[in-house]
Nanobody, 128 residues
Framework: QVPLVESGGGQVQAGGSLRLSCACS???????????MGWFRQAPGKAREFVGS?????????TYVDSVKGRFTISRNNNRKMWYLQMNNLESEDTAVYYC?????????????????WGRGTQVTVSS
């Protein structure tokens, strides 16, 4: 397990943008580079849901839940040991607490059980 810290949440109007960050500042670079990561979110009264993921390795692959495709983009900066979730054209349905998660050799990127490191979450509120 590695410590993860999210930041960048806030309140924005519908149609606006936010960029969330997930820091693995206490990771050594080789550890960070080997981690698969995912973003999840949990809205009030709802179960935690998969948002998107980014695998490790030289052939980087990202996946997204259908509701955010074309609006959200995940990226990573190995030198800074950071992952990012760029969220554009936000909708009120995107309101939730957003969590980043990381794990090694994640078998199913959409399944939260395969991630063993989690941040505490950052609140995103989109007003219509």
């Amino acid at each position: 397990q590695v410590p993860l810290v999210e930041s960048g949440g806030g309140q924005v109007q519908a149609g606006g943008s936010l960029r969330l960050s997930c820091a693995c500042s206490r990771c050594i670079l080789s550890t960070f580079s080997s981690l698969d990561m995912g973003w999840f979110r949990q809205a009030p009264g709802k179960a935690r849901e998969f948002v998107g993921s980014l695998n490790s390795g030289s052939s980087v692959t990202s996946t997204y839940v259908d509701s955010v495709k074309g609006r959200f983009t995940i990226s990573r900066n190995n030198n800074r040991k950071m992952w990012y979730l760029q969220m554009n054209n936000l909708e009120s349905e995107d309101t939730a607490v957003y969590y980043c998660a990381a794990g090694r050799s994640v078998q199913d990127n959409r399944d939260s059980r395969y991630y063993d490191s989690w941040g505490r979450g950052t609140q995103v509120t989109v007003s219509s």
